[in-house]
T-cell receptor, first 113, second 111 residues
Framework: ETGVTQSPTHLIKTRGQQVTLRCSSQ?????VSWYQQALGQGPQFIFQ???????GRGNFPPRFSGLQFPNYSSELNVNALELDDSALYLC????????????FGPGTRLTVL | DAKTTQPTSMDCAEGRAANLPCNHS???????VYWYRQIHSQGPQYIIH???NNETNEMASLIITEDRKSSTLILPHATLRDTAVYYC????????????FGGGTRVLVKP
C-alpha cells in the first residue's frame, strides 16, 4: 500500500458534464501530481501542485483544473467532458525537493458516454 | 526530459532473472534513470533509480553503462507477481513531479 487513496474508484459521466476526482496524499507530502492514462498507453502528466499552487502543467487544456488543500488532499476537476477524456486518472504524491519516489494511488476509472 | 526506448514485450520464466533493457542515448548529465512498474489495474509503483553508479535494493538491481546511454533493470528471481508493464524514465531528479512515461515493456512471467 502506498498510503495514497483516490475516490471514487469508477465513474460514468456523459459528454458535456463536469467531474471532480479526489486524492488523499501521504501525510507530509507537499506535492501532488495528476496523470491521465488512456487504455493501453502510459500515464500522461496533467499538472502538479506544490503548497496549494499549480507549478507545472502538461499538454492539457484549461478545462482540466485542480486544487490542493492543507490537509494533503487534492482534487482534479474536468469541465465540458469529451469522449476522449475516458481514462484512468492517477494522482501521485511525494516530498518536494527530494529525489524520493512518487507514490501513486490506485486511480479513478472515468468513462464518458 | 530525455526519451527512452524499451522493447514492447518480453517473457520470463518464473525463478529466473529478468533483464529489462532501456536505451536513453540523449540523457543529460543531471538526469537520473528511474524505473516504475504497473501491475494490471493498479497505479505505477516505484522500483529503483540511479545516476551513474549501479544500484540495488530489495526489489531489483539497476545497471547503468559507463556512457549512461543505456541501462538494464534486473529482477533477480522473477515471480508470477512480477508480471507488469515496466517503465524506464529519465528525468532531472528533484525537479518537480513530472514523469514522462513511454510505452514501457510488458513483462509476462510464466510458470
Amino acid at each position: 500500500e502506498t498510503g495514497v487513496t483516490q475516490s471514487p474508484t469508477h465513474l460514468i459521466k456523459t459528454r458535456g458534464q463536469q467531474v471532480t476526482l479526489r486524492c488523499s496524499s501521504q501525510s507530509g507530502h507537499n506535492t501532488v501530481s495528476w496523470y491521465q492514462q488512456a487504455l493501453g498507453q502510459g500515464p500522461q502528466f496533467i499538472f502538479q501542485y506544490y503548497r496549494e499552487e499549480e507549478n507545472g502543467r502538461g499538454n492539457f487544456p484549461p478545462r482540466f483544473s485542480g486544487l490542493q488543500f492543507p490537509n494533503y488532499s487534492s482534487e482534479l476537476n474536468v469541465n465540458a467532458l469529451e469522449l476522449d477524456d475516458s481514462a484512468l486518472y492517477l494522482c501521485a504524491s511525494r516530498l518536494a525537493g527530494t529525489y524520493n519516489e512518487q507514490f501513486f494511488g490506485p486511480g479513478t476509472r472515468l468513462t464518458v458516454l | 526530459d530525455a526519451k527512452t526506448t524499451q522493447p514492447t514485450s518480453m517473457d520470463c520464466a518464473e525463478g529466473r532473472a529478468a533483464n529489462l533493457p532501456c536505451n536513453h542515448s540523449t540523457i543529460s548529465g543531471n538526469e537520473y534513470v528511474y524505473w516504475y512498474r504497473q501491475i494490471h489495474s493498479q497505479g505505477p509503483q516505484y522500483i529503483i533509480h540511479g545516476l551513474k553508479n549501479n544500484e540495488t535494493n530489495e526489489m531489483a538491481s539497476l545497471i547503468i553503462t559507463e556512457d549512461r546511454k543505456s541501462s538494464t533493470l534486473i529482477l533477480p528471481h522473477a515471480t508470477l507477481r512480477d508480471t507488469a508493464v515496466y517503465y524506464c524514465i529519465v528525468r532531472v531528479g528533484a525537479a518537480g513531479n513530472k514523469l514522462t512515461f513511454g510505452g514501457g515493456t510488458r513483462v509476462l512471467v510464466k510458470p
